[in-house]
């Protein structure tokens, strides 16, 4: 349990600021981000109406629950994640807000759903973070999710998902988006690997960041700290989804990398 002296360096870090500062890095990589999780949203509202109770999965510091509830206000939300660094920042800036709780669960856990409170959900949203599992353990994540989700509920997966299929399109696309990253770099953005040696830097979370590294690895320091051998495209992911319990799916947006794929249970 933490001391008073605890939540006063707590209290000096500046949460909005760090929220912004992963905002930037996040959109480095992902120049329509916010393109995404409009249309994520336009049809959570579509499907569940304007109050949904979601589960924001692996929600890292909570970027789609501060978008939920900053478009929906009587909605709720509950973020799950591993990241202790990423659940620091997401439960900081959500401090008082009695419409979003987080909780620690390893996706990875055949048993990782007994950590949240009561089902069922209206919608489970998740974007750019399942990308990390090989194909079997996501098709098994993806029937663990259809047990979580209401009748007539949603589930929405924005990740990375490209088409093998197109190699030189693909060449292309590789080259134009290193070319689009080295020139922005050339400000003040942070890539992955600089935003995670920059909140190490932060007083009040060294701990916390120290024993993110410790779970994963420094990004700074390591090539990789996710999956990056097996990609599949949307249609994989639609058709895995209704294999194990919804009963309709399908991509409702793509970009030449990115895709978003719905499945109403």
């Not at 978008?67 to 709720?76: D, E, G």
């Not at 669960?105 to 409170?117: E, I, V």
């Not at 089902?119 to 998740?126: E, Q, Y």
């Not at 134009?176 to 922005?184: K, P, V």
């Amino acid at each position: 349990m933490g001391t008073h002296a605890d939540a006063a360096v707590a209290g000096s870090v500046d949460w909005q600021a760090w929220q912004d500062s992963w905002d930037r890095q996040q959109e480095w990589y992902l120049p329509d981000r916010e393109e995404r999780f409009r249309v994520m949203l336009d049809m959570v509202e579509a499907l569940v109406g304007p109050e949904p109770r979601v589960l924001d999965l692996a929600c890292g510091t909570g970027s789609i629950s501060d978008r939920v509830l900053r478009r929906l206000p009587k909605a709720r939300t509950v973020g799950v994640d591993r990241d202790p660094a990423l659940l620091a920042l997401a439960r900081g800036h959500f401090a008082g807000d009695a419409r979003a709780e987080f909780v620690s669960a390893d996706l990875s856990d055949p048993d990782w759903r007994d950590a949240l409170p009561e089902g069922p959900f209206d919608a489970v949203l998740t974007a750019t973070a399942l990308h990390w599992m090989l194909t079997e353990p996501l098709r098994g994540l993806y029937g663990q999710i259809a047990g979580l989700v209401r009748e007539g509920g949603v589930f929405l997966n924005a990740d990375h998902m490209p088409d093998e299929s197109t190699p030189r399109i693909n060449a292309a696309v590789h080259l134009f988006e290193g070319d689009r990253q080295r020139r922005l770099r050339d400000g003040d953005v942070l890539d992955w690997g600089s935003w995670w040696t920059a909140l190490a830097a932060e007083p009040a979370l060294r701990d916390v960041v120290e024993e993110r590294f410790a779970l994963f690895g420094n990004p700074a320091e390591v090539a990789h700290d996710h999956n990056d051998e097996e990609f599949q495209p949307s249609s994989w992911h639609a058709e895995t989804m209704r294999a194990v319990g919804f009963s309709e799916a399908r991509p409702i947006w793509c970009s030449p990398t990115d895709a978003l794929v719905l499945a109403l249970r």
